[in-house]
């Protein structure tokens, strides 16, 4: 028999907009609390009846569920950005799009990527000085849009247009946060000046997109860049291809996801490593010993296992996206409750990924947890940092790998420290990011051939 979700035990409302000020003034902190109501948490967001999902069997359900459970209308926002995208569409249309997109992204063809992802991080870092004060966050967002920009188009794009991009990208974020603290009540045609600020960014980012398709379309230059090879997907049963709109979207989306995520999930990760020198340590031996002194590459990425425990406990505890949303798009249901048309569903990395059920000392940054056995013991749905169900990031693989590579590539170069007393405050966006960057003080490493010890 099925029940009302709406008659679970809920967190206290102690405002007219019922839990949306609390939401929007402390998401992580307020969501966190919701965990200790139960499995489905009701909430009510304005006029919004919404519910946060904890267990794990549910949050699979409906990330399976694609047909039942929409995009968020806060995502939706999100086409006058991404148009229609592998990030924004639903139905036939998103469908039709990842089967057109994923040969693109296997991983035999993503790997022939590693090779620009450590030039791009060692060009980088040939412009650091011993001693400096740097915002790590403004750095490694700029070294993986470079990346991205790079394995999308394939030649040096003008320094312009990749400064285009990044800008509308950056206010697109902003937009997007001020909008979540409002619940998207303040409709974007509406001319007040973030509205106006963002829509001109937007044209001036499709501007510079859509001239380097056309330059693209009309090159005689064989490439094998991400663009290329989307623009050369066919159907294999009508034949029919990306036109230049579809293109644009896939491309914008491409760049957001892209370099973003990867940008955070650095960031934080140098937090972390400055936070815990113990860690820092023990990653150090390990480069030491595998890389003696050399660029990393993909084929050592096997052997670097414990710098990729780094990257996912860093992602564990600082999910590249903090909060997902779905929408009934009709009356349905979670296990055995019944969830009404339209109610919002929110599903958070932030409070699964640090559930003391799941993780023991869950809130410790232990990069040597991330063992086979947890692994196997983990329920589907507890560590989803790439989401999952069908809508999986297409880029997990990508992500992962870049990740990797330039943690590598940096660690083994500099020692980098935080600037004592300068706030840190997690933004949780489209994606969770240092909200006021990240001020470090950075200090050159000797490069040392390994001794023969083994990783302290």
Known sequence: MSKDV?????????????HLLELGQDPLGFLSRCRDYGDIVPLQLGLTPACLVTNPDYIEEV?????????????RSLKTLLGEGLLTAEGESWLWQRRLAQPVFHQKRINGYSQIMVEYANQMLQTWRDGETRDIHADMMQLTLEIVMKCIFSAEVDAGEAKVVANALDIAMHWFESK???????????????NINYRRAITQMNEAIDKLIQERRHSQEKTHD???MLMEAKDEQTGQQMDDKLLRDEVATLMLAGHETTANTLSWTWMLLAQNPEVRQKLQSELDQVLQGKLPT?????K???TQQVIKESMRLYPPVSLMGREAAVDTQIGDYEIPQGTSIMISQWVMHRHPKYFENAEAFQPERWTEELEKQLPKGVYIPFGDGPRICIGKGFAQMEAALLLATIAQSFQIDLVPGYPIVPQPSITLRPENGLKVEIKQIKLKAASGAGIV
Request: no cysteine; hydrophobic share 40%; proline share 8%.
């Open 6 to 18: 709406f008659e679970l035990s809920a967190p206290p409302v102690n405002s007219i907009v019922g």
């Open 63 to 75: 990330l399976k569920n694609r047909q039942d459970f929409i995009k968020s209308r806060g995502l």
């Open 180 to 194: 979540r603290k409002q619940n998207f009540l303040v409709w974007e045609w509406f001319p007040r000046p973030e």
């Open 226 to 228: 991400l663009l290329t």
């Open 298 to 302: 993909l084929e050592n990425l096997g």
């Open 304 to 306: 670097l296992v414990y």
